[in-house]
């Protein structure tokens, strides 16, 4: 290494400070930039292809469901934060506030918009009048602003990209299989396309959503045992509802509230699967979501490369025909560099093909997540290249599987044990990792958990590896087997 901090590619390892190697790697693929805000960061191509890929993804499987897309105001009425005590108790720390307009004064403070729950119940209550009007289903690609003190890029910033779903129904009933729906599409999303696992869960009430009944996430760890709240549907109950007058006309002729829900994905996705997946070479993207999926390189002497073209460019066409995102690297630069390069950015295959391949009708095959090398005939390169890719993509899921699996602690019964846990692993400069335990459903035991060991509740997961019977802070019969850990 350089000076004892950064390796060759000029990126600080994961073992000596993962959100170091984090910056640095997201740096060097060049998705980002920062900017003279505070928090706010430029989405370079690169970084918003992979939100593209997550949005086209997303997006259809909300649309195949029945919901359909619209828009919401950025800027929200102070007054608006007043009917849902809870919701603006939650989010005022963090709301940037718009006071002036030119040189007036305005009447009202209007706040950057920190999820829309208060403007969509609003308008709700103008557009729904009878049984007849419901369900609404209603989803937004927006930006967001919530003013964090600490900012890393992706994951957590001032402004961030999202989307933000909410609906109204009749019944209870439909809105609580409306938001255990949404949570099973953000849990197949995340696991079949960007390749994470995650534990779909709910969470405690003091992580619920501020101005929900119930809270659901999918929770995933990432490389230093830490976790990412993926992904959260909630059930908001009438809350909303009463706050915002949406009364309908039911089939009975009586008025009642109708019952709303909300959830919300967002560029923390990309994060999570750099942090996921990536190594000290850079990033490492999953195949179904790699904005490129194959890089195409000639090389050998340039006095060769016409010969080396002449099969170069046909073999371009099909593997584009065959729906392929594959990119052609002619750049005046080395093939070293060029590998280096694209290494960097996390292209998940890269193809190689030289005057002696030419003259032996193959190609070289480079997977980026393990490294190796394969030999392919000229005329099953496009067979071969789908069948990596897929390959690739359960890889990539199984691998961080096992580290998951690896990572997570099923056999820690007390605090007391839990800090010794938590002592060895700091000592050793290894990653506390997930812990499952029990809680008895006191706030003041979740509380002593994150106190003394900066743990905190993931989510009760609805399929635990094994049920814990006692309290990890109290001792008491356990309620809960519920994730702790640290988190981002």
Same mark, same amino acid.
């Given at each position: 290494?350089?000076?004892?901090?950064?390796?060759?590619?000029?990126?600080?390892?994961?073992?000596?400070?993962?959100?170091?190697?984090?910056?640095?790697?997201?740096?060097?693929?060049?998705?980002?930039?920062?900017?003279?805000v505070r928090g706010c960061i430029v989405f370079k191509p690169d970084g918003f292809e992979l939100w593209?890929?997550?949005?086209?993804?997303?997006?259809?499987?909300?649309?195949?469901?029945?919901?359909?897309?619209?828009?919401?105001?950025?800027?929200?009425?102070?007054?608006?934060?007043?009917?849902?005590?809870?919701?603006?108790?939650?989010?005022?720390?963090?709301?940037?506030?718009?006071?002036?307009?030119?040189?007036?004064?305005?009447?009202?403070?209007?706040?950057?918009?920190? !999820? =829309?729950?208060?403007?969509?119940? &609003?308008?709700?209550?103008?557009? @729904?009048?009878?049984?007849? +009007?419901?369900?609404? %289903?209603?989803?937004?690609?927006?930006?967001?602003?919530?003013?964090?003190?600490?900012?890393?890029?992706?994951?957590?910033?001032?402004?961030?990209?999202?989307?933000?779903?909410?609906?109204?129904?009749?019944?209870?009933?439909?809105?609580?299989?409306?938001?255990?729906?949404?949570?099973?599409i953000y849990k197949e999303v995340v696991e079949q396309e960007l390749a994470i696992p995650v534990w779909?869960?709910?969470?405690?009430?003091?992580?619920?959503?501020?101005?929900?009944?119930?809270?659901?996430?999918?929770?995933?760890?990432?490389?230093?045992?830490?976790?990412?709240?993926?992904?959260?549907?909630?059930?908001?109950?009438?809350?909303?509802?009463?706050?915002?007058?949406?009364?309908?006309?039911?089939?009975?002729?009586?008025?009642?509230?109708?019952?709303? !829900? =909300?959830?919300?994905?967002?560029? &923390?996705?990309?994060?999570?699967? @750099?942090?996921?997946?990536? +190594?000290?070479?850079? %990033?490492?993207?999953?195949?179904?979501?790699?904005?490129?999926?194959?890089?195409?390189?000639?090389?050998?002497?340039?006095?060769?490369?016409?010969?080396?073209?002449?099969?170069?460019?046909?073999?371009?066409?099909?593997?584009?025909?065959?729906?392929?995102?594959?990119?052609?690297?002619?750049?005046?630069?080395?093939?070293?560099?060029?590998?280096?390069?694209?290494?960097?950015?996390?292209?998940?295959?890269?193809?190689?093909?030289?005057?002696?391949?030419?003259?032996?009708?193959?190609?070289?095959?480079?997977?980026?997540?393990?490294?190796?090398?394969?030999?392919?005939?000229?005329?099953?390169?496009?067979?071969?290249?789908?069948?990596?890719?897929?390959?690739?993509?359960?890889?990539?899921?199984?691998?961080?599987?096992?580290?998951?699996?690896?990572? =997570?602690?099923?056999?820690?019964?007390?605090?007391?044990?839990?800090?010794?846990?938590?002592?060895?692993?700091?000592?050793?400069?290894?990653?506390?990792?997930?812990?499952?335990?029990?809680?008895?459903?006191?706030?003041?035991?979740?509380?002593?958990?994150?106190?003394?060991?900066?743990?905190?509740?993931?989510?009760?997961?609805?399929?635990?590896?094994?049920?814990?019977?006692?309290?990890?802070?109290?001792?008491?019969?356990?309620k809960f087997t519920t994730w702790f850990a640290r988190a981002y």
């Amino acid at each position: 290494m350089a000076d004892g901090k950064v390796n060759e590619k000029g990126i600080t390892p994961q073992s000596e400070n993962f959100s170091r190697w984090y910056i640095d790697a997201i740096r060097k693929a060049d998705l980002m930039d920062y900017t003279p805000v505070r928090g706010c960061i430029v989405f370079k191509p690169d970084g918003f292809e992979l939100w593209e890929r997550i949005q086209s993804v997303m997006d259809g499987r909300f649309k195949e469901t029945g919901h359909r897309n619209a828009y919401f105001p950025m800027l929200i009425p102070e007054s608006f934060f007043q009917k849902e005590k809870e919701h603006v108790e939650g989010f005022n720390p963090e709301l940037p506030w718009v006071t002036e307009a030119g040189s007036e004064k305005l009447e009202e403070k209007l706040a950057l918009r920190p !999820t =829309s729950e208060t403007m969509v119940g &609003r308008m709700y209550s103008q557009w @729904i009048q009878s049984y007849r +009007d419901l369900p609404v %289903l209603i989803n937004q690609w927006a930006n967001v602003f919530r003013w964090e003190k600490r900012t890393l890029p992706f994951l957590r910033t001032s402004e961030f990209l999202w989307q933000e779903g909410h609906t109204a129904h009749a019944t209870e009933e439909e809105a609580r299989e409306e938001t255990m729906q949404m949570l099973q599409i953000y849990k197949e999303v995340v696991e079949q396309e960007l390749a994470i696992p995650v534990w779909m869960g709910q969470k405690t009430p003091s992580e619920r959503f501020a101005g929900a009944v119930d809270t659901y996430s999918i929770e995933a760890m990432m490389k230093d045992g830490k976790a990412v709240q993926a992904g959260t549907s909630h059930y908001l109950g009438e809350n909303f509802a009463r706050g915002f007058d949406i009364q309908f006309l039911d089939r009975d002729n009586q008025q009642k509230y109708v019952h709303t !829900t =909300s959830w919300g994905t967002s560029t &923390r996705l990309i994060g999570s699967m @750099i942090m996921v997946h990536g +190594d000290d070479r850079g %990033l490492v993207n999953p195949p179904r979501m790699a904005p490129t999926q194959l890089v195409m390189i000639p090389v050998g002497p340039g006095k060769l490369r016409e010969k080396v073209m002449e099969k170069f460019d046909p073999l371009f066409d099909q593997l584009k025909e065959a729906g392929i995102r594959v990119r052609a690297d002619l750049r005046d630069e080395s093939p070293g560099w060029k590998f280096n390069e694209w290494e960097l950015r996390g292209v998940p295959l890269r193809l190689e093909i030289g005057p002696r391949d030419v003259d032996n009708n193959q190609v070289i095959l480079a997977r980026r997540d393990t490294g190796e090398k394969v030999t392919v005939e000229l005329d099953r390169v496009v067979e071969q290249v789908e069948e990596l890719l897929v390959k690739i993509q359960e890889e990539m899921f199984q691998r961080a599987l096992d580290f998951r699996e690896k990572n =997570s602690y099923l056999e820690i019964e007390t605090i007391g044990d839990l800090n010794a846990h938590v002592a060895q692993m700091e000592k050793e400069s290894k990653a506390v990792g997930w812990v499952l335990a029990g809680w008895c459903g006191e706030e003041s035991c979740e509380s002593k958990v994150k106190e003394e060991t900066k743990l905190t509740s993931r989510n009760i997961p609805f399929e635990a590896p094994v049920v814990k019977k006692r309290c990890i802070a109290c001792g008491s019969e356990s309620k809960f087997t519920t994730w702790f850990a640290r988190a981002y």
